[in-house]
């Protein structure tokens, strides 16, 4: 195997990570932990309604970006918008739970990593070249 197919096999693997992480993250928040996400925002001041507007808006755009990353089309553009949505989150996150930051599980802290991971992905993609996912 060339230095390039290696290259391009991991940029494959890391596409379909972050698809996971994106799909499982909107299932999660709407199918397994309901609970946690409401609570937070109830607790945060929102109302019951307000609550379950944010829960299933976040989990369709999660669940959103994970289908355009397998659909691997405009990539440059879905990396920028992946950027911004985790940033979006992160403030609003620690705007309403910033003890988070210290989590022993990082759930804040983990996207920071993501977010490089992110920006090296639309380094290296040329969307003139883009093709479908392996």
């Keep these: 195997m060339t230095k390039q197919m290696k290259i391009h096999t ?3 693997l890391a596409r379909y990570s972050l698809a996971f992480l994106w799909i499982f993250t909107g299932l999660t928040s709407v199918y397994f932990d309901y609970q946690t996400g409401h609570e937070l925002l109830i607790n945060f001041g ?6 379950l507007t944010l829960i299933y808006s ?5 669940i959103g970006l994970g289908l ?7 990539m440059k553009l879905c990396y920028v918008v992946q950027i911004i949505v985790i940033t979006s989150y992160t403030i609003l996150l620690t705007m309403i739970e910033p003890s988070y930051w210290l989590h022993p ?10 977010i490089m991971l992110i920006f090296i992905l639309h380094y290296m993609t040329d969307d003139s070249s883009t093709e479908r996912a392996l």
């Design 68 to 74: 355009w990353i397998l659909n691997n089309t405009k």
């Design 10 to 12: 991991l940029l494959a």
């Design 58 to 62: 976040g989990a369709i755009l999660d």
């Design 46 to 51: 929102f109302n019951d309604s307000i609550t």
């Design 105 to 114: 599980f990082g759930p804040l802290s983990k996207n920071l990593p993501i």
